[in-house]
């Protein structure tokens, strides 16, 4: 995996694995204000040279890793393979093990909740080492609105998160044309398909100033996306990634040759992926038996594609919500709390 770490004496966090359910995620083990490197095992030797010179880095790569976990459940909650594990030795073990979409998905999210997370601790002066966004004006930015707001520091970021996940894949030798260099290659292409995303989608924030709201004046900064927008741009990479094999001289070329060759941005995977439709301990695959689905639906969280032609049961439960809110001036709304019995539906 491209990043993992694990954390003693208690815990265990493992950054590359980015979904788990249903394990909670607990905090780096911190002496001080610095994770001892010595204790993270599962670095590369790269990685924890890294570690040794940015430790106040580690913090926040343990939180990027985390963001792109959440992500990556909330991304593939309906479908049959939900970010799930089979153990506790990784939050998705074995399926890790596969160049399947869903493992390209996961480098991917990984490497920009990395990103994402060293860019706002920079902006936010939590590194010692960044600060600030230095990006230069854009061009189309009108002239009387000013340029220098603390913007998130994507560049920074971006470097850093390649210099770090990218360091175990880069430290491995095998033979060109081999299946293990052919999976290093997909890894390092999803890693930065994953920071580009980021880096791509950051746009320019502003806030006004004047009399009164007048807005007379304008101050302008480069702000990163809200990380659903970034989860939602790689799962539309997902589900258009190419598939790949290995080809002359250890490089990757297309399987079907009739598509275009993949970009920096684009995902890409080199095996099949299993159908989740039911557990198997060699491919990592939970199943979907006991899985929620919806028996209206005809799309893959319907109970037909989810319960994978099994069929499903029915059972009723309380339902809680707020409803009949009201807006009172001035300024807040109050809701009441409803209890419905509803119908739902679990795959056999």
Known sequence: MSLFIQIQPVEVIKAASLALTPIQMPEMYIIGAQPLCSQLSGLSQGQRKLCQLYQDHMKYIGEGAKTGIKECQYQFRQRRWNCSTVDNESVFGRVMQI??????????????????????????????????????????????????GCGDNVH??????????????????????????????????????????????????????????????????????????????????????????SGRKGKLELVDKRFNPPTAGDLIYIDPSPDYCHRNETTGSLGTQGRLCNKTSEGMDGCELMCCGRGYDQFKTYKHERCFCKFHWCCYVMCKRCTSLVDQFVCK
């Open 156 to 245: 920074y970021g971006y470097r850093f998160s390649r210099e770090f996940v990218d360091a175990r894949e880069r430290e491995k030798n095998y033979p060109r044309g081999s299946p293990e260099q052919t999976r290093i290659l997909m890894n390092l292409q999803n890693n930065e398909a994953g920071r580009q995303a980021v880096y791509n989608l950051a746009n320019v924030a502003c806030k006004c100033h004047g009399v009164s709201g007048s807005c007379s004046l304008k101050t302008c900064w480069l702000q990163l996306a809200d990380f659903r927008q970034i989860g939602e741009f790689l799962k539309e990479k997902y589900d258009s990634a190419a598939a790949m094999r």
């Open 99 to 148: 160049g399947s979409r869903e493992t390209a998905f996961t480098y991917a999210i990984s490497a920009a909740g990395v990103v994402h997370a060293i860019s706002r601790a920079c902006r936010e002066g939590e590194l010692s080492t960044c600060g600030c966004s230095r990006a230069a004006r854009p061009r189309d930015l009108p002239r009387d609105w000013l340029w220098g």
